[in-house]
Every structure is written in C-alpha cells, then in structure tokens.
C-alpha cells in the first residue's frame, strides 16, 4: 500500500528525437548563373549536402535545421547566398520566401566575408539555422542550393569553392581547407 495519492511510475522510456546529419569535406567547384539570367534555374544543388533525410514521430514536431558551409567564390563573395528545399514523396517546396517582389533573391542564408579585398585565398562561411514545420510523419529529405546575385553589375555568373578556397597553389600554410556541415534534429 502506498502513501501518496498517485501512482509513482516504475520506469520511464524516454524517446531520443530523430536526428540526422551530412558532413563533408570534399573540394568541389560549383558554377553559378547570376540570379535571374537565362537559362535558369539560377539555384545549383550542393550535392554533398544534399539529400538529408528526417522522419518525424510526430505531425506536431518541427524540424530544426543547421546549415554551416564553407567555401569561396571567385567573385562578389557578398552576393553568395543558400537556399533550402524541402521535399516530402513528389512534393518539393522551397523554404525561401517565394514569390519575392521587385525581382529580389530569395534565400535561407548569407555567405560572411571575413576580408572583403581578398577573393582568392580567404575562406567565407554560410552559416544559420531554421525552424521548419513540415506536419507529417513522412520522410522527409533536405536539398541546399547555392544561388548569385550580379546582374546589376553585369556579373552573369560565379564559381563557388567548396571547402576550400579559390587559390590552390603557392604555400600551404595559407590556403583554407574546410568541413562544411548540415544536420537535421525533430523538436517538439
């Protein structure tokens, strides 16, 4: 016979949320139209990190994405810029704020500039977090795109190195080399 006036469970199963990550180290060089130009799509999918997969338990739960890539682009690094994607069976949905008035870029994040006169030998990074709201309990898979700005100066396109930095010969000592990394964590 117990004293108190509830019952004090015996065992308590806690349930570690679904978690899920990309992490690469690969140096791979992407060439990007300028937001805008023709042929479009102007985004081009960073493959390495693409395709993460998630199942939430829960219709309820949030997915809480972390995005940290490195590289640098080889010209207006200001300009750089990610946007994220999600699909879920054959449904695909840009998680930018689309439609964007007065032709402006979407996107999910900025590249940071660390020395804005050197475009060939100094690392940028891409770093941000978002909360996404997906209500189902169906996979879900994660793409990232790298998208440009440049056509009001007349830039039609941009080449981003990934992990790395433009720059590959001369001394080691001062050439980045990076691990650019994307996770998924379910909340709630």
């Known amino acids: 016979m117990s004293d108190f006036p509830f019952s004090i469970p015996r065992r308590v199963d806690t ?5 899920s990550h990309k992490q690469s180290e690969a140096n791979t060089v992407y060439n990007v139209n ?10 081009v999918e960073l493959t390495e990190l693409s395709g993460l997969t998630i199942t939430p338990t829960s219709s309820s739960q949030k997915v809480l994405l972390q995005v940290s890539v490195l590289g640098e682009w080889d010209n207006r690094p200001n300009d750089g810029s990610i946007s994220l994607k999600r699909i879920v069976g054959s449904t695909e949905t840009w998680l930018d704020p689309r439609p964007v008035p007065d ?7 900025m590249f940071t500039i660390s020395f804005q006169g050197d475009t060939n030998s100094t690392i ?17 898979t994660y793409k990232i795109y790298l998208k440009v700005a440049g056509i009001a100066d007349g830039l039609p396109s941009a080449v981003f190195h990934f992990n ?3 720059n590959t010969g001369g001394t080691t000592d001062i050439y980045e080399r990076g691990i650019s990394t994307f996770t998924a964590e379910c909340k709630g």
Request: glycine share 8%.
């Open 34 to 43: 300028a937001w805008g130009t023709d042929p479009g799509p102007n985004e």
């Open 15 to 19: 349930q570690t949320p679904p978690f």
């Open 164 to 166: 790395k930095n433009q």
């Open 103 to 109: 032709n402006r870029i979407p996107l999910n994040g």
């Open 124 to 140: 940028e990074s891409c770093q941000f977090i978002f909360v996404d709201t997906p209500t189902t309990t169906a996979q879900i």
